[in-house]
Each structure stands twice: as C-alpha cells, then as structure tokens.
C-alpha cells in the first residue's frame, strides 16, 4: 500500500452508570485498592494486562459494546458500587490522623519533594527503593489525613524496560509515556489555561507545565519541560529518570528543588515543613533563602529561618549516592542568584563543601539547610552520624543531629489480596487502622495452620504461574528450544507448589552481592539438589545501564543458572517491577538478601515478604537488623552475622557464604521439609507466623510516617513559626550569636582548679570546679557540664549521667568560675569527663553548632 498512513485511536464512551470509573481511574487510591484493580481487570482481564494495569489506559481501549453491556450487568454494577461507596467513605473519613494525634495547625503542610515517586507499575516514574518509599509515604500521609503535598518530575520515560538474552545480557529499552494514559492532570490558572512556572538556567528561563496527581486525600505535583516554547534541548530536561550527563542532573535538581517551590507559591501553598527527601532535591534550600533575602532578611538569618522547617532524610551510605557538582558548575548555574542576593560564591559554595572534596555535594547542603536529619535505619542512622560528622566536627558521631527513622512499606500495596479475609476474620474488624500495634496482630497466631498455609501455597502458586509466563516469553524471544524449556520450567510447577522457594529481587547494585550465592557451587549443588527436598531460587533486579559491574552479577546468575546441575533450580526472571515484586514478596517462602554489612542503608523488600508469611534469611543489615527477633523460641527468620570489620573483602564473602550455606543446610531445607501428615511443617508455619506478628506492626509505613510527624514534622512546624514570628526574630537572633560564638570559640580554654580526689565515701559530694577562658563570650553562651558513668562508656551513651556546672563567679584572671557538687550514684570504679558547648535557648537540637571543648 502506498499513502500516508494518519493513526488515531478511538475512545469508548463511557455509559452513565459507569461514569465514576473515570475517577476511579485518577486517584491512585486504586494503587493499593485491591477491588478496584479488580474491578477493572474484571472488565477485560487481557486489556487489563494488556494495559500493564493502568486504569487510565483501559478505559481509553475498552470495547464499547462491552462496556454497554457491563453497565447493564447486576453482579459488576453490585461491585462497582461497593468499591465507589469504600471509595466516598475513604474520602470522607478524616484519616488515621485522630488515631496518632494530629499536631498540626490548620494552616501547617507539609512539602514533601523527591526526585522518584513509585506508586503503582501505571506511572512510571520510579526507579526502585527510594521511589516506592517515596509512593509509600504518600500513601500513608492519605491515609493519616496529614495536610501533605507531594512534589516531583513528571519524566516522560520513567526508568527503562529490561529485557535479559540467553547470556544474561541485559537490554535497556525506553518507551515514550504518552501522559494522556497516565492518572496525571495539568493543573489549571485561574484564567483557566495550563499553569506554568519559570526557571532561571545559564542564558534563558525553562518553562514547565505543572501536572497533579490524586494520591487518595494528598496531591503529588509534578513538573514537565516537554512544552513548545522551549528550546529542544530544554524540553529533555524532564526526559528520563536519572539518564543524562551532570547537566541534564544539576537541570532536573534545580527544576525540582527551585521549579518545585515556585509551583507551590504559585498554587498559593505555603508549607510550614519541607522534607528534602534525599539531596537531589535539596536546591529548594536555596530558592527558600533567595525568597526571604529578597524580602530583606541578611543571608544567615535567611538560612537559619529555612533550615527549622526542612527535614532532610538521606537513605544511602554509598558514596555514589550522594549527589555531587562541580564547582565550576555550581558557578555557572547560580551566579545569577549570587547576584540577586549580592553574595559572593564562596559563600554559596561553603553551603555544599566538604573537607578534603572539591565538590559541591548535595547532601551536604541539605544537612546545612535542615535541622531535622535522618537516615533510615539504626544501623544507617549509626552510619550516617558516621558520613556527616565532618558537619559537627567537635562532636562524636553518637551525639550528632543525625536522627533516624525506619523505613517501613504501605500494608494494603503489598500485602496480597488472598490475606485480607483472613487478617479481618482473626485480627478484626478494623485491624487495618490498629496495625501500628503490636497486640493486634496476636490473633495471627490463631488461624489455623492448614488455613495458613493454604493460603501461602495458593500465592506461590499464583507467583510460579508469572514467573512461567514470564520465563516462557523471554525463551521464546531468545529463540530457545522447546525442550530447554521444559528444563527450565521443571520445578515451576503452579500445581504442585511444594518446593522450597527462595527469592531474591532487588536492584544489581555490587553490594547487593546478588550472586554471593554462587561462592561455592559444589556446596550449593549439595543443598538444592536433593530429590526429595528440591529448592528453587528465583533472582530478579535491573541493573542501571551505566552500571557494568552490575550488569556483570547479571550475566554470572544467569551463567551459573544454565549449569546443567543447576537448570531449572536457578532462574532468573526479567522485568522487575512493583508488579513482579508484589507477587515475588507474596509468593515465595524465603527472601533472600545478602548485602555488605553496612551498605544496605534499609531495605524495605523483606519488610513485604514478612507481612505475607515469607520468612527473611538476610545479613543483619539495614532494617533486619532491628526486625530480626531470636528472643523467643521460635525466631521470625535467619540472620547471616557480619564477619568483623576488619578482615578483607575475600575472607568477608568466604565467611558470610559459609554462613548463608549452613543456614540454608542445617535450619532453612530441614525445616521447610519437616513436614507432617497434612503436607506442611508445622515448625514452618509457626515461624512464619511470627514473622508477620512481629514484623507487620513495625515495619509498615504507618508507623514510618508517624514517627516521622512526631519527630521532624511537628516540631519543625514549631519551630519553623517560632523562628519566623516577628519578622524572623528568632531566626535573626540565632544567626547573629552563631557567628558571635564561631568566632570567640578558637580562644575559649577550660583549666580544672580543684586537685581531683581519687576516693570518696558513698553519700559525699565530690566538688570540681573549672574556670573558663570564655573569650569575650557570657556565661549564658554556654553550658559547662560533667558526664559520669562506667569505665568505657562514651558520650551518646544513655548510661551516662550528665551534671550541670553553675556560674558561680569569676577568678582572679577574668575566667569565669564554674562549679559542682557532684553526689555519684553509684559505688565501684567510675569515670567522669567535663565539657563545654555553646547554649541557646532557640537552638533545634543543643549540638548543633558543631562546637565543643573538653577537659
Ligand atoms: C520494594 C521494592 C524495591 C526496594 O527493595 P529493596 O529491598 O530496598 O531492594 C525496589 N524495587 C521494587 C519494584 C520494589 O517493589
């Protein structure tokens, strides 16, 4: 045929009584509403697939003669209207706010930016962990009712499509979304049209649309440069997610951090918290102070008012995860705001400096304009005390600002539909807005164990029939033969799901040790080829197509996979997604994960394997090393201990593969396959069981975003208010004494006067007196304190007491006199220590200025 061919897709039109599925389909509370996806998927169940399961797009394709006859069918109408009346009453309902306390004003919102937002496979704008979390955090803040707005990038190729070859090859393929199938909307002006916003970049003012999307009760606003009216080069700033050379990095940053403000000033929105959530979106610190200098607050007092209210949260201790510009760049993309605020660059520079580094590193930024800090784990918390101490350099790490908050993940997403029955029927009615609470999830201990596991084998079930689909289609499109595929698929068997199935999915990072599994494979032969106790091992992860180290762990599974010995035990599934991770975590009855202590800053994939019964066997690393209980006689999983830190890397992996095989060897396939006369192992169950009672109410978001408002948002609204009240008295006041105090604090000396005793009677004071060289600073300036406890304690130990001095006068060289009387508390052997640290009243966490001086 010759001509030109001109495409256009005709669009059903919905009959009346169908009419609210249009909305339905553009609120993302179907990402976690398990009826209304199946309500749409009972439409059509091969255009629901067909669709990648985006509402949107489905009713765009269906047929019209279907959705006629569907709107005179009783049974989907009964449906419909019970999913749009849970629908109206979860929009009606104030949220779970009156359950945790709602400690906001009304006028309080929290900004809450990230540079990946992963709700549901329908919107493509993740890449992985930080972006679930991100979706997740959204999600509770609807369901919490918190006055929370998101803010993001709208990239029109979200992160890539991976397909794997015979090889374990991975191909990287991007697809264009079209924005008309996704659940996003422009926001409109109030002439009507399309909102815009401008951003200043070297030699012109980028454009960006605004587009909104519905996240049950909370908005997420997302940003687009795709527009006519910028250049070409323009228009790919918001192309692909973390694609791109450092340009096209520090451009979608600003756009984020500086587009994102102005978005919300021109929505009229004036958050009272800004949660930079991890440093890409960190420049908001920065148009935050032009606005406030622009008013005429000088720079530091603009910078102490804008870092009260910013909590920042960093979720990676590899170094590659930390942002960073050059300064030359920096130079380039921010002269004109030196300009505007008549600062010079160093100035600008010293906010993202880092001793020994050249760089202008983002994380550090956001630790300056943020008082409220954290990682998101103890052991991450630890270790980012650690990162940052060069912040707080006179303060060890155990007392410094960084906080932490474990992750945790959004219940109804994750945890599969064939469970919720069953969690109502033995935990009760409304479990779901008690699941904070350990007590309520006692009752799982009461389903009986042949339910339980009934229901466990049907999600495995459910799992092996995707992963043969999946691996069919990848042998098809690889030109495999029928016959390797009937080895491949040997095991995969979704009616006879008893085997031992391990999981292990997440991005190929190198210190996700994907393949750490592999370390021996004549003892790993051993334990997975039994006969009578088969194991199967499914491995899924994208690796980032910059990443060849990780793409090389890749090629070794899949390599390893093709074994002879190991074919059809080893398999490696591509395409991870939240769809195959939703039914991978679900499904299988281990998950698997073997990081490099203490790399895996929190993890949050075992945390949904738990909720549905799967038990973690995991390095006790990021969030495991918390969710990992062996207090009582059953454990809630396997916990591989990190060999000591200072043997090498190859005596690491030699010792912590040992352990992983004699977990699997002695605990893990004997155990599974201790089965008694119904099928199963009663010893399985129980473990499996409490692994949801004791993880389940940990390690949800619900919790994460609760203790989030208690620790950072509530008191940076606080303190954000209290800091701006009066044209920034506060904020005027802390930054003019924080620079009074940095510079007499290089001449401020303790000199001990009292000749310390070395033994004192119980019930006796022992009196110490200090005189201070205060150096021009006042008594009020600072606290001088004694730190008492246990040989060996060090400071940010709970165990140590801490004793103010008092200001009792002067000496006779103009020191200031500062004494105690100090009762001990305890006999036996004891240490005390003296210090001195600046003091104010406004300050947010009494460390903060980095100061101190010890005895
Ligand atoms: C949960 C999830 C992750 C994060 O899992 P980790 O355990 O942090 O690696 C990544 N990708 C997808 C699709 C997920 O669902």
């Known amino acids: ?100 306390g709602q400690p906001f004003r009304a006028d309080d919102l929290i900004a809450y930016f990230c540079a990946e937002f992963g709700f549901h496979e329908s919107l493509p704008i993740y890449s992985g962990g930080l972006g679930i979390l991100a979706g997740d955090h959204c999600k509770a803040a609807s369901d919490m009712g918190l006055p929370f707005i998101g803010v993001g990038l709208l990239y029109r190729q979200g992160y ?80 692909r997610l973390y694609g791109g050379d450092k340009t096209s990095r520090i451009e979608q940053e600003i756009l984020l951090g500086v587009g994102g403000t102005r978005a919300l000033a021109k929505l009229g929105l004036r958050p009272t918290v800004w949660h930079v959530n991890e440093g890409h979106a960190a420049f908001l610190i920065l148009e935050r102070i032009r606005g406030l200098v622009g008013g005429g607050l000088p720079f530091a007092a603009a910078l102490e008012a804008v870092a009260a209210g910013t909590v920042f949260t960093t979720h990676t201790p590899v170094p590659a995860g930390h942002d960073h510009f050059s300064e030359d760049m920096i130079r380039q993309y921010f002269s004109a705001w030196c300009q505007e605020l008549g600062l010079d660059a160093a100035t600008l520079l010293a906010l993202g400096a880092q001793p020994g580094k050249s760089d202008f590193n983002m994380t550090a930024l956001a630790l300056r304009g943020s008082r409220h800090h954290n990682g998101v784990s103890r052991i991450h918390g630890g270790v980012s005390a ?45 479990w779901q807005e008690r699941q904070t609470e350990p007590v309520n999830w006692r009752g799982i201990a009461e389903i009986p164990d042949a339910t339980f596991w009934s229901i466990r084998q049907q999600l495995k079930a459910k799992l092996l029939k995707l992963v043969r689909e999946r691996i069919r289609t990848q042998h098809q499109r690889n030109q495999g033969s029928p016959a390797h595929l009937d080895r491949l698929l040997k095991f995969v068997d979704p009616d006879n799901p008893n085997i031992l199935t391990i999981g292990f999915a997440r991005r190929f990072a190198t210190y996700k040790r994907a393949a750490l599994l592999f370390h021996d494979p004549r003892w790993l032969r051993e334990l ?127 010792e912590e593969a040992r352990s992983l095989y004699e977990i699997l060897q002695d605990q893990v396939i004997p155990t599974y396959y201790r089965t008694g006369p119904m099928g199963y192992s009663a010893e399985w169950v129980a473990m499996a069981k409490r692994s949801i009672a004791s993880i389940a109410p940990r390690f949800n978001v619900t919790r994460m975003v609760g203790e989030y408002v208690r620790k950072f948002y509530a008191p940076a609204a606080e303190v954000g208010r209290r800091y701006a009240a009066g044209d920034f008295t506060v904020a005027r006041d802390v930054a003019r004494w924080k620079a009074r105090v940095r510079a007499a604090w290089p001449g401020v000396r303790l000199l001990r006067l009292d000749q310390p005793e070395r033994r004192l009677k119980f019930g006796n004071a022992l009196r110490i007196e200090i005189a201070v060289q205060l150096n021009g600073l006042v008594p009020g300036d600072v606290t001088v304190e004694a730190l008492i406890g246990r040989p060996g304690l060090s400071a940010g130990n709970g165990k140590l007491r801490r004793y103010p001095l008092q200001c009792t006068g002067g000496t006779q060289h103009g020191e200031a006199l500062y004494t105690l009387d100090l009762t001990p508390e305890q006999c036996g052997r004891l240490e005390y220590r003296i210090r001195v640290f600046p003091a104010h009243t406004a300050l947010i966490h009494p460390f903060e200025t980095g100061l101190m001086l010890w005895l």
Request: aromatic fraction near 10%.
């Open 1 to 100: 045929m010759t001509g030109t061919v001109y495409q256009i897709e005709v669009n059903p039109q919905l009959p009346e009584r169908l009419e609210r599925l249009e909305e339905l389909a553009n609120n993302l509370w179907y990402s976690w509403d398990r009826p209304t996806q199946g309500l749409f998927a009972s439409l059509s169940h091969p255009l629901w697939e067909a669709t990648s399961h985006n509402p949107k797009a489905f009713l765009k394709r269906a047929d019209q003669k279907r959705l006629e006859a569907t709107a005179e069918n009783p049974v989907f109408l009964g449906a419909l209207n019970r999913v749009l009346s849970a629908y109206d009453g979860y929009h009606a309902m104030p949220g779970l706010a009156h359950v945790h």
């Open 160 to 239: 890539f499509s991976q397909t794997l070859d015979a090889d374990g090859q991975q191909q990287a393929t991007y697809a264009d979304s079209d924005f008309d199938d996704l659940p996003v909307s422009p926001v409109l002006n109030a002439e009507g049209g399309e909102l815009r916003i401008g951003v200043e970049l070297p030699g012109r003012t980028v454009q960006a649309k605004v587009w909104e999307v519905r996240v049950g009760h909370v908005r997420l606003i997302l940003l687009d440069t795709w527009l006519a009216e910028n250049s070409a080069f323009d228009r790919e700033i918001t192309h």
């Open 386 to 430: 650690n990162i940052c101490r060069y912040l707080w350099p006179q303060i060890q790490p155990a007392e410094n600002p960084m906080d932490y908050v474990t992750n945790g993940v959004h219940l109804p997403t994750f945890l599969a539909p064939e469970w919720f029955d069953t969690f109502e029927r033995y935990l009760g009615i409304g």
């Open 528 to 654: 997975i080829c039994q006969a009578d106790r088969p194991v199967l091992f499914l491995f899924a992860g994208k690796a980032h197509p910059a990443d060849q180290p990780g793409q090389e762990i890749i090629r070794r599974i899949a390599q390893m996979a093709r074994r002879p010995e190991f074919e059809g035990r080893i398999l490696l599934v591509e395409g991870y997604d939240l769809h195959l991770s939703r039914s991978l975590v679900a499904g299988v009855d281990v998950w698997l994960n073997n990081p490099i202590y203490p790399l895996e800053a929190s993890g949050t994939s075992g945390m949904k394997a738990a909720m549905n019964g799967a038990l973690n066997l995991s390095v006790l690393d990021g969030w495991w090393g918390e969710g990992y209980d062996d207090s009582g006689e059953i454990t809630n999983g396997w916990a591989i201990k990190p060999v000591p830190a200072h043997l090498d890397e190859v005596q690491r992996d030699a």
